[in-house]
């Protein structure tokens, strides 16, 4: 079992049974083999299900596309691969790139609509994420799909990960500046200087919002959103004395936050 498996496993977001089906190889046989993007043609087993994690983009290896080229436009055809693919573009012939490319869309088509997408009676929404740094392939997805940009969601894991463990480090920081200032309202520079409050100003976005909320809350730190006369933002911080508050306060006070 991979580390990813084990540990998606371990955190709850599938379940014993659901790796047993989905995950465990019984023997070689196409019923019974572990489901992966090129195993899910002709099954009904996710269509109960409004949401998929890919793991990857179903791109198969370039002889793959090559032998259908040849199939199709004689062997005459230049199947070479260009010296810079950084961008999705594989093949010099552009009969051979348009047919890689759709290739793939089919296969992301055939493997989204195993979900509860299939039917065509759904009233609810099917959220599908793809891992991936081919951001082209979102692009061509969005434009296949002709889905409206309110609909795409895209998020740099490895740069939000930093972020995550960066706002934690930094809530600690100001837990102890404001140790011996229990239960005062502070300003970001009165606790932490220019720097204290620029963090703020520049993670203050709306995918990052939430989880700092949810670490001030963590670390007891009750956050007031204040608005100065010039209509310019600020906030004020107090860190919670547990004999003077009870987790019910934070608890409530960033419950109308959150």
């Known amino acids: 079992m991979s580390t990813l498996l084990t540990e998606v496993h371990t955190e709850g977001v599938i ?33 109960s299900f409004n949401a998929m994690a890919l793991f ?9 596309y090559r032998e259908i080229a040849v199939a199709m436009y004689g062997v005459d055809i230049d199947i ?11 093949f010099t012939d552009e009969r ?28 609810e929404e ?18 296949e799909f002709r889905l409206p940009d ?3 969601n895209m998020h740099q894991l490895h740069n939000e990960l930093r972020f995550k463990k960066a706002c934690s480090k930094k809530m600690i920081e100001m837990v102890k500046l404001m140790v011996g200032k229990k239960n005062i309202k502070l300003t970001a520079k009165e606790i932490g200087g220019k720097a204290l409050y620029q963090w703020f100003r520049d993670n203050w976005k709306e995918n990052r919002k939430q989880f700092i909320l949810s670490e001030l809350k ?3 730190i009750l956050l007031f959103e204040r608005t100065s006369k010039v209509g310019r933002q600020y906030w004020l911080f107090m860190l919670v004395d547990q004999d003077a508050f009870t987790d019910h306060v934070v608890s409530e006070h960033y419950r109308k936050l959150l």
């Open 218 to 220: 963590n670390h007891n």
């Open 126 to 143: 099917v959220d599908i994420v793809m891992y991936s740094k081919r951001t082209e392939w979102l692009t061509l997805m969005q434009k």
């Open 56 to 64: 990857g983009v179903p791109i198969r290896p370039p002889r793959h």
């Open 15 to 47: 379940t014993d049974e659901q790796l047993k089906q989905f995950f465990t190889i019984k023997q070689k046989s196409d019923d019974d083999m572990r489901k992966h993007l090129f195993n899910v043609v002709g099954n009904n087993d996710f269509s």
């Open 150 to 152: 309110e609909r795409i």
């Open 96 to 123: 051979i790139q348009k047919l890689y490319i759709e290739d793939v869309l089919a296969n992301l088509s055939q493997i989204i609509h195993r979900t509860s997408l299939r039917n065509v009676n759904l009233t």
């Open 80 to 90: 070479s691969l260009n010296e810079n693919r950084n961008k999705g573009n594989w």
